[in-house]
C-alpha cells in the first residue's frame, strides 16, 4: 500500500460516497474505485458494503482508522524535515505541556539561535498526556512534560519544580491567606487545565475529591487569556503551575500557593531507545546549561 491509496480511503470513510469523494479528490469515479479494490486485494478484506446508498465502512475499515492516520501523519512529519532539510536546516521537535517555552521566555529563543542558527526548534504545545505519547511513537525528540515518567522507556532531566497555585482577584476572601488549603476549596467556582490534562485529572483528584471537598468547575481551558478574565470578571479560582501563573496574571488578581507537596516536577525527557541528532545533543546541553543559569524558585 502507499500514501495515495491511504489518503484515497481516507476521503472514501469520511463521505461514505464514492462520487462525493473523487470529486474532492479530484479523480474520476472509477479512479477512485479501483484504487479502493486495490487495497481491499492488498489487505485481504473488504473495506465497504456497496449499495445504492453509498458506502458503509466494513469493521475491519474503522479498526484501522487510527493506524492509518498515525501512517499519514508520519508522512507528514518526514515531508516537513525534508522540506527543511533542503534549506539546510537542523529540526528538533519538542512536544510541550503548553506555556512552557513561553516560560524560559524570548532570551532563551534568541540565545539559542544565536548559538545554534541552522537549528531550526520547532515546538508543539500540547497536553502532558499527548506529549508522552507523542515521544513514545517517535514524533518529536524530546518532551518537556510534568513527572512521573515511565522509567522503562523514557529517561530524564528534572528541569524544575512547579508548585500548584490558586489565582483569585484581590478582594476575594482567600486572597488574605498565604497558603490555600483543600478545604478552603469548598464551595467555590474552579477553573483549569481541564482533564485532557493529566496533571489537572491528578490535582483535582488528590486536593478535592478524595477529601471530600465540593466545587463547581463551570469550564476547563488551557486558555491563559480566558482564565484571567474569568478570575477578575467571574470571581472564579483559577488551579495551575506557579510557572504559567508568572506571566498570566491581570492587574486585579493575586496568586496563592497550595501548600508545598501540591506540585510537579517539570521533565526534559527523551526515549530510552531513541538515537538523537545532533542538533538534538546540542538543544538538551543548551537548555540544561540554561536552566542552570536561571533557576526557578517559585513566583516573588
Not at 49 to 74: K, V
Not at 239 to 246: G, K, M, N, P, W
Not at 277 to 288: E, P, Q, S, V
Request: proline residues 3%.
Amino acid at each position: 500500500m502507499n500514501r495515495k491509496q491511504l489518503m484515497y480511503f481516507m476521503e472514501a470513510y469520511r463521505t461514505c460516497n464514492i462520487q462525493a469523494a473523487a470529486d474532492a479528490l479530484y479523480i474520476s469515479h472509477q479512479g477512485l474505485s479501483r484504487v479502493l479494490r486495490t487495497l481491499e486485494e492488498e489487505l485481504g478484506q473488504p473495506l465497504f458494503r456497496r449499495s445504492n446508498r453509498g458506502l458503509e465502512p466494513t469493521d475491519f475499515a474503522t479498526s484501522i482508522i487510527p493506524h492509518i492516520r498515525t501512517i499519514l501523519d508520519s508522512y507528514d512529519s518526514i515531508e516537513g524535515i525534508h522540506t527543511l532539510a533542503a534549506q539546510q536546516k537542523s529540526v528538533v521537535t519538542v512536544y510541550s505541556l503548553d506555556h512552557i517555552l513561553g516560560f524560559l521566555g524570548i532570551g532563551f529563543v534568541e540565545s539559542f539561535h544565536e548559538a545554534f542558527p541552522h537549528v531550526t526548534l520547532s515546538v508543539v504545545d500540547t497536553t502532558d498526556t499527548a506529549a508522552w505519547e507523542a515521544l513514545d511513537r517517535g514524533w518529536c525528540d524530546f518532551a518537556l512534560v510534568n513527572g512521573p515518567m515511565d522509567e522503562t522507556r523514557f529517561t530524564g532531566e528534572k528541569l524544575f519544580y512547579s508548585r500548584f497555585c490558586v489565582r483569585m482577584r484581590r478582594d476575594h476572601p482567600l486572597a488574605s491567606k498565604e497558603i490555600i488549603e483543600p478545604r478552603d476549596m469548598q464551595g467555590q467556582r474552579m477553573i483549569g487545565k481541564g482533564r485532557a490534562y493529566h496533571c489537572f485529572r491528578k490535582s483535582v483528584e488528590s486536593l478535592l475529591l478524595a477529601q471530600n471537598v465540593e466545587m463547581s468547575i463551570p469550564v476547563e481551558t488551557a486558555d491563559e487569556e480566558l482564565l484571567m478574565e474569568l478570575v477578575e470578571r467571574q470571581d472564579m479560582l483559577a488551579v495551575t503551575y506557579d510557572f504559567s501563573a508568572r506571566d498570566h496574571r491581570g492587574g486585579d488578581t493575586v496568586v496563592r500557593y497550595m501548600d508545598q507537596q501540591y506540585g510537579q516536577h517539570i521533565y526534559l525527557a527523551e526515549r530510552t531507545d531513541g538515537n538523537s541528532t545532533r542538533a538534538g545533543r546540542d538543544f538538551k546541553r543548551f537548555l540544561l546549561r540554561w536552566m542552570e543559569e536561571h533557576p526557578w524558585n517559585g513566583l516573588e
